[in-house]
């Protein structure tokens, strides 16, 4: 039998043997299949749980530290893990951080240019998933939280005061309505949407009649639970907004001389 220390030495051998494929795709695809078994060891457990040391995590995936350490970046990356190192250290689950994620990808579309109303567009398309899914929820408190807000509507005159009112108004409906994605990519838009120098669309007399309209017939259709009819207002609205942006992109563009 062969000495302990000598036995340990034969077995990182054996197993980095399996970080030396023939070639770099075959390298990519086995980082790749260690980070998802690392993934799904930090997310079927609590946060900031300890998933093991690095010798114990290739151990137990049966590769080799390089492909741990490789796929671990990733992870970081990713906001799942958290490299601890000393006494007690090694490798620790984490969640990303939505706020990090949100900032991020409205910095992409900026870096990507993209058009101004895009990120107006995108919401009020996604509002027409949020509104009718809302209108299914039947928790008294949240409901009457967005009685009280109904309240407020016919109140807000300038613009500011019609932006805090969709932000107190959407993270009321995300309250009512489970929906990760949704939300994030909601709150992205806005987000990006508020970054740029952009003229509000409902920015005259008629404009601000018809956003307090709107508010007003959808905030009624998801007190009553009436799906159908949030699902028709959100639509009606969105439809709305879009001849407002083609006109003013109209309205917008220089003329020939």
Same mark, same amino acid.
């Given at each position: 039998?062969?000495?302990?220390?000598?036995?340990?030495?034969?077995?990182?051998?054996?197993?980095?043997?399996?970080?030396?494929?023939?070639?770099?795709?075959?390298?990519?695809?086995?980082?790749?299949?260690?980070?998802?078994?690392?993934?799904?060891?930090?997310?079927?457990?609590?946060?900031?749980t300890m998933i093991g040391s690095l010798p114990e995590?290739?151990?137990?995936?049966?590769?080799?530290?390089?492909?741990?350490?490789?796929?671990?970046?990733?992870?970081?990356?990713?906001?799942?893990?958290? &490299?601890?190192?000393?006494?007690?250290?090694?490798?620790?689950?984490?969640?990303?951080?939505?706020?990090?994620?949100?900032?991020?990808?409205?910095?992409?579309? /900026?870096? /990507? /240019?993209?058009?101004?109303?895009?990120?107006?567009?995108?919401?009020?398309?996604?509002?027409?998933?949020?509104?009718?899914?809302?209108?299914?929820?039947?928790?008294?408190?949240?409901?009457?939280?967005?009685?009280s807000l109904k309240a407020r509507v016919d109140h807000?005159?300038?613009?500011?005061?019609?932006?805090?009112?969709?932000?107190?108004?959407?993270?009321?409906?995300?309250?009512?309505?489970?929906?990760?994605?949704?939300?994030?990519?909601?709150? &992205?838009?806005?987000?990006?949407?508020?970054?740029?120098?952009?003229?509000?669309?409902?920015?005259?007399?008629?404009?601000?009649?018809?956003?307090?309209?709107?508010?007003?017939?959808?905030?009624?259709?998801?007190?009553? *639970?009436?799906?159908?009819?949030?699902?028709?207002?959100?639509?009606?609205?969105?439809?709305?907004?879009?001849?407002? &942006?083609?006109?003013?992109? /109209?309205?917008?563009?220089?003329?020939? *001389?």
């Open positions: 039998m062969l000495p302990i220390v000598a036995a340990e030495i034969v077995e990182e051998w054996v197993i980095e043997r399996k970080d030396k494929p023939s070639n770099s795709l075959q390298t990519r695809r086995l980082v790749s299949a260690t980070a998802e078994k690392m993934r799904e060891l930090v997310l079927s457990r609590p946060p900031d995590v290739a151990k137990n995936l049966e590769v080799g530290t390089v492909t741990v350490q490789q796929a671990a970046r990733v992870l970081e990356h990713e906001g799942l893990l958290a &490299v601890r190192r000393g006494p007690g250290g090694g490798y620790f689950g984490t969640r990303p951080d939505a706020l990090v994620l949100e900032r991020a990808l409205a910095t992409y579309l /900026r870096a /990507r /240019r993209a058009d101004n109303y895009e990120a107006l567009e995108m919401m009020t398309l996604l509002d027409c998933e949020l509104m009718p899914a809302a209108a299914q929820c039947g928790d008294a408190e949240q409901l009457n939280e967005l009685r807000c005159v300038v613009g500011e005061e019609r932006v805090a009112f969709e932000d107190d108004l959407h993270a009321i409906l995300f309250k009512m309505v489970n929906r990760p994605l949704i939300e994030l990519l909601a709150q &992205v838009s806005m987000r990006f949407y508020r970054s740029r120098p952009i003229p509000q669309i409902f920015d005259d007399e008629d404009g601000i009649r018809a956003w307090r309209q709107w508010r007003h017939q959808v905030i009624d259709a998801i007190l009553a *639970q009436d799906p159908q009819r949030a699902r028709f207002e959100a639509k009606r609205h969105r439809d709305h907004l879009l001849r407002r &942006v083609a006109e003013k992109s /109209r309205s917008d563009r220089p003329t020939n *001389q």
